[in-house]
């Protein structure tokens, strides 16, 4: 029997994703837009609406990060512990490793920078004095960005998780067995 690691770890680490995306596509829908305003000096300026993508887009940075770290944890980085039988399934356990952390770096990228590029905009007002101008916002896409490679590193995480179970699981069994052996002493 294959062994497929613990299922409680790979079901917390699927929902920290899931809930991961759900934030980040709530963090798209509620992006900060401006408008432009005239103080009583006839001055205009930007005044920006909610504050409330960031808050969701810090929330899917978070959630992803603890998924992330809960797989790291518990498979020790893959650095330490037993050591992973030679064979497909370290080779396949290697590559979701790489590729899933290469996925959740542009994952937390997207979503650190869109949250603090819509805080930006909400905070700040910027006096304008030119007759078309609008109020700069967030680009659209920057959190389905992160929520795409969310479900990506959520892939990954699984297919890394599973192989990594099935190489280390590999690795027990085989010290387990008892190895033939060649007599290297000289006959008298």
Known sequence: MEE???TLVQILAVALCLTAFGFAIAAERRRSTGIIETDKF???????DSDVATGYGVG???FLLSSQSLLMGVTKCMCFGKPLAPGGNRAWSIIYFASSWLTFLIAEACLIAGATKNAYHTKYRHVVYAQNWTCESLRKGVFIAGAV???FTMILNVYYYMYFAKATGQAARKTNK????VGMAGYA
């Open 60 to 62: 899917a940075f978070l």
């Open 42 to 48: 006839n001055a205009t300026y930007c005044v920006y």
């Open 178 to 181: 008892p190895n033939p052996t």
């Open 4 to 6: 497929k690691g613990s």
């Open 149 to 151: 490679f969310v479900v």
